[in-house]
T-cell receptor, first 111, second 115 residues
Framework: DAKTTQPNSMESNEEEPVHLPCNHSTISGTDYIHWYRQLPSQGPEYVIHGLTSNVNNRMASLAIAEDRKSSTLILHRATLRDAAVYYCILRDNNAGNMLTFGGGTRLMVKP | GAVVSQHPSWVICKSGTSVKIECRSLDFQATTMFWYRQFPKQSLMLMATSNEGSKATYEQGVEKDKFLINHASLTLSTLTVTSAHPEDSSFYIC???????????FGSGTRLTVV
């Protein structure tokens, strides 16, 4: 799977929107962009995924650049429970099924 | 939604003993499960891919004789850490592919401490 680059950490204030960036300049045409998050001492949980178009669900929105070389996970109103490590992962549906985790972004939410 | 149940959530064992970790898919069949290991302040590292009814595929550097994986049914995969040593202390996490959200469902993890 292609490599992604994310900031090590970000801070946000509670109730404010958060934009978590991810660069994936070597993305291939068959790579889906997946976002997972991991709360302390828990397994990762699925957040959202997309291929080309922007995506929305109850947890977040995913904005994908037109050239697909970057994407942004948007949390519309951060809560204290959103404090976690957020992982941006590329997965090629034509390859093996495994997910390869990078370093992720540790999001800290201040009350 | 799809649920993967992982037990135990934590375990403390003595050096030289073996520990079994179970991972069950509760409401779906998982032909493939993955086992990850996570050391403090680090990301998840894939250890092996477990396929139902066949031998697991291990990542480079992971000792297959030390980390025994069994996937005897479509809903259960187990990881046994044999002859555990303090350096095996880590957070072990399983996951399974689900078609429901085109994604992966993870277990809650098992924190293993070897003393």
């Amino acid at each position: 799977d292609a490599k992604t680059t994310q900031p090590n950490s970000m801070e946000s204030n509670e109730e404010e929107p958060v934009h978590l960036p991810c660069n994936h300049s070597t993305i291939s045409g068959t790579d889906y962009i997946h976002w997972y998050r991991q709360l302390p001492s828990q397994g990762p949980e699925y957040v959202i995924h997309g291929l080309t178009s922007n995506v929305n669900n109850r947890m977040a929105s995913l904005a994908i650049a037109e050239d697909r070389k970057s994407s942004t996970l948007i949390l519309h109103r951060a809560t204290l429970r959103d404090a976690a490590v957020y992982y941006c992962i590329l997965r090629d549906n034509n390859a093996g099924n495994m997910l390869t985790f990078g370093g992720g972004t540790r999001l800290m939410v201040k009350p | 939604g799809a649920v993967v149940s992982q037990h135990p959530s934590w375990v403390i064992c003595k050096s030289g003993t073996s520990v079994k970790i179970e991972c069950r898919s509760l409401d779906f069949q998982a032909t493939t499960m993955f086992w990850y290991r996570q050391f403090p302040k680090q990301s998840l590292m894939l250890m092996a891919t477990s396929n139902e009814g066949s031998k697991a595929t291990y990542e480079q550097g992971v000792e297959k004789d030390k980390f025994l994986i069994n996937h005897a049914s479509l809903t259960l995969s187990t990881l046994t850490v044999t002859s555990a040593h303090p350096e095996d202390s880590s957070f072990y996490i399983c996951s399974a592919v689900t078609a429901r959200n085109y994604g992966y469902t993870f277990g809650s993890g098992t924190r293993l401490t070897v003393v």
